[in-house]
C-alpha cells in the first residue's frame, strides 16, 4: 500500500484547508485511515481517524473544526480543516492499517503553515 498526502500549504488564521491521501496498491483490506500530524519539537498526535463503517473520530484539539471523510471507492481520504489556528501548524501525515495493531502504512506528509 501506497499513501500520497497532499493539500498542505500557507494558509492565515482563521482559513480552511482540504487534505487529501490517495492509497494505491492492495488496498483491500484497509479498515482504517488516520490523519496525524507533528509540529516543530513536539510529538505526533493522532487528529482524526476514518473507520471502514465511515465512523470518524478526532482528537479534542481539533473536534469542531475538522472533518475526515472517504470517498466511495474508500482509497481516498480526506481532513477538512475549518477556523485553523497557529497551532495548527504542523506535518500532517496520512496512515493505513490493514488488520488490527498499529497502522501499518504511511505517507510522505504534507506541510501545513497558519500563519498572517
Known amino acids: 500500500v501506497q499513501l500520497q498526502a497532499s493539500g498542505g500549504g500557507l494558509v492565515q488564521p482563521g482559513g480552511s484547508l482540504r487534505l487529501s491521501c490517495a492509497a494505491s496498491?492492495?488496498?483491500?483490506?484497509?479498515?482504517?485511515f488516520g490523519w496525524y500530524r507533528q509540529a516543530p519539537g513536539k510529538q505526533r498526535e493522532l487528529v482524526a481517524t476514518v473507520l471502514s463503517g465511515g465512523r470518524t473520530n478526532y482528537a479534542d484539539s481539533v473536534k469542531g473544526r475538522a472533518t475526515a471523510s472517504r470517498d466511495n471507492a474508500g482509497n481516498t481520504v480526506y481532513l477538512q480543516m475549518n477556523s485553523l489556528k497557529p497551532e495548527d501548524t504542523a506535518v500532517y501525515y496520512c496512515a493505513a492499517r490493514i488488520g488490527v495493531g498499529p497502522y501499518n502504512y504511511w505517507g510522505q506528509g504534507t506541510l501545513v503553515t497558519v500563519s498572517s
Open positions: 496498491g492492495n488496498t483491500a483490506g484497509i479498515n482504517a
